[in-house]
């Protein structure tokens, strides 16, 4: 098993790291990442840097059945770049090793240390027979 708290600490290092980037520019190339496992943890960085600086109300990876995997933000409907199937199920491998959810749906606080700040996102995890799709909400 994986140590998640190690897992933690890497998603606020990065964001640390990536706090002065475009995430979404930074987003749109994880696909091309190497290591799938060092790429998600990037990609949860960004994606909560980008909902924090975009005001975002939530941010959704969705992995379809045959493992397509869509990306979208709340605070008006919009397709964020995709991290690519590989990266995308390790996103979610890696949501769920972080949070403890193993189930086909939870939902539970995450704290998250940016900076001199913190902020406590939402994280749901839902699967059905359709796929499984992450949520990070972000507080108002």
Known sequence: ??????????????????ATTDP???MSTVKNDADPDGAALKWLALAALHGVNNNA???SITRSKSGDIEVTAKYRVTELPSPGAQVGKKIIETVRNITHIEGRKGKTPLALGIRESSLELKIKI????????VTIKFPE
């Open 24 to 26: 979404l520019k930074e």
């Open 57 to 59: 109300q939530k941010v």
């Open 126 to 133: 839902e699967s059905t027979d359709d796929g499984e799709e």
């Open 1 to 18: 098993m994986k140590d998640t708290a190690n897992l933690h600490l890497k998603v606020q290092e990065l964001c640390d790291c990536y």
